[in-house]
């Protein structure tokens, strides 16, 4: 079955840290891929999306994040943190053919000290 | 403004009372899906929809039954709750597929006592 793995359950951060967050997925083939995001009691919003083109994607609130096919991987980063992103963060890698499924991480806990 | 509109927000209920859980959304989407959301589970798919009239199981779908009689609709129906289905349930839309993401809606926190 595919997966999609997120390395971290918790991280903790200052503000001002610079973060990265790993993902990492089994599926061989073309994909789609996903980070969301759920701050505390809402529903979760999507950050950025990578279908295809420039590896390197940009999304809301300063995120980005980088597809190495070669890795399987689709990590999230943000150069500076703020208490604001304090945060649950979902990876997803969407597959398969014209319904295709999407398969979505544990998330990670993102707490961000003032 | 484009969004999944779900009811109630807060349920609490007793074992064995039926309930529905409304979603509908503006978007003119094909695809819709529930999933419910445990701690330390992550997001797990329970039912899903590719067009009106076509359901399927995801991979938690034991205890809910779902209907898309209509495009915008899609809810959630648990005929006879236990407490093991106390969790926090977000529907979700998507144009074509799921593989192409979702927006989902702002969650339902159902307790079964």
């Known amino acids: 079955a595919q997966s999609v793995s997120q390395h971290n359950h918790h991280v903790i951060l200052s503000e001002a840290a610079s973060l990265e967050l790993g993902c990492n997925y089994s599926?061989?083939?073309?994909?789609?891929l996903f980070w969301y995001v759920q701050y505390p009691g809402q529903h979760l919003q999507l950050l950025l999306k990578?279908?295809?083109?420039?590896?390197l994607v940009k999304g809301i609130k300063g995120f980005e994040a980088e597809f190495i096919k070669s890795k399987f991987s689709f990590n999230l980063r943000k150069p500076s943190v703020q208490w604001s992103d304090t945060a649950e963060y979902f990876c997803a890698v969407g597959y398969g053919g014209s319904q295709g499924n999407l398969i979505f991480g544990k998330g990670t806990k993102l707490s961000v000290k003032p | 403004e484009a969004q999944v509109t779900q009811n109630p927000r807060y349920l609490i209920t007793v074992t064995g009372k039926k309930l529905t859980v409304t979603c509908s959304q503006n978007?003119?989407?094909?695809?819709m899906s529930w999933y419910r959301q445990d701690p330390g589970l992550g997001l797990r798919q329970i039912y899903y929809s590719m067009n009106v009239e076509v359901t399927d199981k995801g991979d938690v779908p034991e205890g809910y039954k779902v209907s898309r009689k209509e495009k915008r609709n899609f809810p959630l129906i648990l005929e006879s709750p236990s407490p093991n289905q106390t969790s926090l349930y977000f529907c979700a839309s998507s144009p074509t597929g799921a593989n192409y993401g979702y927006t989902f809606g702002s969650g339902t926190r159902l307790t079964v006592v």
């Open positions: 599926y061989g083939g073309t994909v789609n």
């Open positions: 978007m003119n989407h094909e695809y």
């Open positions: 990578y279908f295809s083109g420039d590896p």
